[in-house]
Nanobody, 123 residues
């Protein structure tokens, strides 16, 4: 059974940092490009960051460039998102996702999804 399990969310203040993790099981981890998405109440799910299978291609949403860093460890089947200088507008449920191909910021490109971890940033 293919699974992605996120962890690391929480309640923080503006300017703080959080590190999200996503542990994969049951799928050939290094066959997939990986991404973090987020969804705030009443809003569409949006792509936050993407990393290619080997880690040599990275993409970020403009809203998080310079603050968030995506990384992966293919030996440990884990994906991470380091989030610095958090802002109230970063408040959302964060999901990790895996895909073989397709546009990185479109949810429909992704085959596997985790259940999400909540990030709440207070002002």
């Amino acid at each position: 059974l293919e699974q992605l399990l996120e962890s690391g969310g929480g309640l923080v203040q503006a300017g703080d940092s959080l590190r999200l993790s996503c542990a994969a099981s049951g799928l050939p981890f290094d066959d997939y490009g990986l991404a973090w998405f987020r969804q705030a109440p009443g809003k569409e799910r949006e792509g936050v960051a993407y990393i290619s299978r080997s880690g040599d291609v990275l993409h970020y949403a403009d809203s998080v460039k310079g603050r968030f860093t995506i990384s992966r460890d293919n030996a440990k089947d884990t994906l991470s998102l380091q989030m610095n200088n958090l802002k109230p507008e970063d408040t959302a449920m964060y999901y990790c996702a895996a895909r073989v191909s397709g546009t990185w910021y479109l949810p429909r490109s992704f085959t596997y999804w985790g259940q999400g971890t909540q990030v709440t940033v207070s002002s």
